[in-house]
Structure formats: structure tokens, C-alpha cells
T-cell receptor, first 119, second 111 residues
């Protein structure tokens, strides 16, 4: 259980186009979803946190108009990179949070990632 | 601002050796600490999660310890195997489920 999928797994696009990445929790309802970005040989950096039905909370330095997040349901969140440029090329990973016990502790389950290359 | 540092950045050892990966964090007010494994071009696999009230967690050949007061954690891998080769990431949670990751340690186990 607790599987998170991402689609597509990789995408190549021309500069100026928009790219949508989907993140789905396959067998559980996620209270919260997170989007991370990872540049080559660097660690994951949190971009934004989203809850179903509400606006995403973006980390400092992340442009909300550039990276549009839609959390349409408890099992689906999408990240749209608008007007992508080569510097947006990166590995994007989502995670979904699930309550694991009565004490309200939650753990994050990570998707396999989406590699974006903007030419 | 929480900062997480992992040492060493890369490690190469012969198969069969026991090894230790280190993680340090600047703010001891954490909710929990996790160790993840990441294979090249892949997502993350959670290995061990230590709650702030715990001192260690074990899973098979892996043992993770946490010393919150000193801001340190170690991941001990016993009897290393070539299949253990991967990047190991340490992450701390300071509430609101936000994870702050270290840069990772790239581990290579040589047959």
C-alpha cells in the first residue's frame, strides 16, 4: 500500500511551452501533497505544499505564477510549469502525506519523479 | 533556518564492510528524522524514520540513531552489498510535515 505515481516519467519540451505533471496517490487519500525539485547532484528542495481544495503554499523564492499547482482531489495534484525555460530543467518529485496512527503522525510517500528537459 | 549536512559526500568501500553515514542538523527542534535511499534517476525509498522521542530504529542490516540534543544522526549499514550502492539522503521534519533534506551521500559498494 501507499503508492504514489507520477506522470509523465520524463518530458522534453521546447522553451516557452507549458508542461503539466500529475501526482496521484493510488491506494490512499492524501491529506497533503508536496512538490520538490532536485537539480543534478543536489538535494531535494521543497517547492510548495498543497491541500485538497485550497491554494498551495509556496516556499520562499518559488514563483507561484511560474509553477501552478492544482490539488483537485484527495488523490490528485498537478504541477504546471508555465512558459518553461532551460533553467527549469530538473527532476520534479511529489510526495503524498498519509495519516499512519491515532496520534495523527503522518508520513510522506514519494513518487518516482519526473525528469523535465527544456530545450 | 534549518540546515542539514551529510558527510561524506561520497563513499566507496569493498563489499562486506560495515559503514556509517553521518547527518547533522542545525536546529534540534525537530519532529522526526528520516533516512531515504535514491537510485540514479529514481524517486525516494524511505528506509528508517526516527521520531524525536526515539534514539534509534533498526531494519534488517540498517540501524539509524538520533541524538537530537547534539543535532546528529548516523546510518549504520552492516555487511554491505553491491545492491546497497545508491545515494542516501537524510531529512528532518520540523512540523507542518515540511522535510529539509541534506545533500546526500553517494555510496558505492565494490564487489
Amino acid at each position: 500500500g501507499a503508492v504514489v505515481s507520477q506522470h509523465p516519467s520524463w518530458v522534453i519540451c521546447k522553451s516557452g511551452t507549458s508542461v503539466k505533471i500529475e501526482c496521484r496517490s493510488l491506494d490512499f487519500q492524501a491529506t497533503t501533497m508536496f512538490w520538490y525539485r532536485q537539480f543534478p547532484k543536489q538535494s531535494l528542495m521543497l517547492m510548495a505544499t498543497s491541500n485538497e481544495g485550497s491554494k498551495a503554499t509556496y516556499e520562499q523564492g518559488v514563483e507561484k505564477d511560474k509553477f501552478l499547482i492544482n490539488h483537485a482531489s484527495l488523490t490528485l495534484s498537478t504541477l504546471t510549469v508555465t512558459s518553461a525555460h532551460p533553467e527549469d530543467s530538473s527532476f520534479y518529485i511529489c510526495s503524498a502525506s498519509r495519516r499512519v496512527d491515532r496520534v495523527r503522525r503522518e508520513t510522506q510517500y514519494f513518487g518516482p519523479g519526473t525528469r523535465l528537459l527544456v530545450l | 533556518k534549518q540546515e542539514v549536512t551529510q558527510i561524506p559526500a561520497a563513499l566507496s568501500v569493498p563489499e562486506g564492510e560495515n559503514l556509517v553515514l553521518n547527518c547533522s542538523f542545525t536546529d534540534s527542534a525537530i519532529y522526526n528524522l528520516q533516512w531515504f535511499r535514491q537510485d540514479p534517476g529514481k524517486g525516494l525509498t524511505s528506509l528508517l524514520l526516527i521520531q524525536s522521542s526515539q534514539r534509534e530504529q533498526t531494519s534488517g542490516r540498517l540501524n539509524a540513531s538520533l541524538d537530537k540534543s547534539s543535532g546528529r544522526s548516523t546510518l549504520y549499514i552492516a555487511a554491505s552489498q553491491p545492491g546497497d550502492s545508491a545515494t542516501y539522503l537524510c531529512a528532518v521534519s520540523a512540523g507542518a510535515q515540511k522535510l529539509v533534506f541534506g545533500q546526500g551521500t553517494r555510496l558505492t559498494i565494490n564487489p
